[in-house]
């Protein structure tokens, strides 16, 4: 039996300001609080695919920076996603939409050329068919009414997967890519 929910939360929880950021459970939601590292989160996202959970869209919580996201120590980098610890792992089952909306809130996650490769492996990796990976290219601090992390200034970014594998890359909702070429 499937168990669809609309969002699913990964939020980092290794250290007390990691966890003032945290996003909390939601009604139409499911929170995962990574505070072991990236092996316990995969394991998480592993036992979600056996119990048959679905979800619309996800949300990373965690500090960043250019082409990468942190929990505490570990790192998931852009090149990461590719490995066979993600790639092929069978995790784009728990976002079987073609609009699967991907958004990272960590700081600089979107930044440079590496942080173009994070978005564009996070949506192959987890979209495989089709949806968008979002990130930001500026610093942020936490928000404490809301919770959630804010930025005031830089780009926000989007690496889009239409079907399998055309590609649009866009910067303040703007595309700019020519269709062929990548931007740096």
Not at 70 to 93: L, P, Q, T
Not at 125 to 154: A, D, E, R, Y
Request: proline share 2%; net charge positive.
């Amino acid at each position: 039996m499937t168990k669809h929910y609309r969002l699913l939360a990964i939020n980092a929880a290794m250290t007390r300001q990691e966890n003032w950021m945290k996003r909390e459970q939601q009604k139409d939601s499911f929170t995962i609080d990574v505070d072991t590292g990236v092996a316990y989160l995969r394991g998480r996202l592993r036992t979600l695919l056996r119990e048959g959970y679905v979800f619309d869209d996800i949300v990373f919580t965690t500090h960043g920076n250019e082409g990468m996201i942190f929990f505490g120590n570990e790192v998931i980098r852009w090149k990461d996603w590719y490995s066979a610890d993600w790639y092929g792992a069978g995790f784009d089952r728990l976002f079987p939409g073609q609009n699967t909306k991907i958004y990272f809130s960590g700081c600089n996650v979107a930044a440079g050329a590496n942080g173009w490769k994070f978005l564009e492996a996070s949506v192959r990796t987890l979209c495989q068919n089709g949806g968008v990976s979002i990130g930001w290219t500026s610093s942020g601090f936490s928000w404490f009414p809301s919770g959630h992390s804010k930025h005031l200034w830089g780009s926000t970014r989007e690496v889009m997967l239409v079907g399998r594998d055309s590609l649009r890359f866009f910067e303040n909702w703007n595309r700019v890519d020519d269709g062929i070429n990548r931007p740096t």
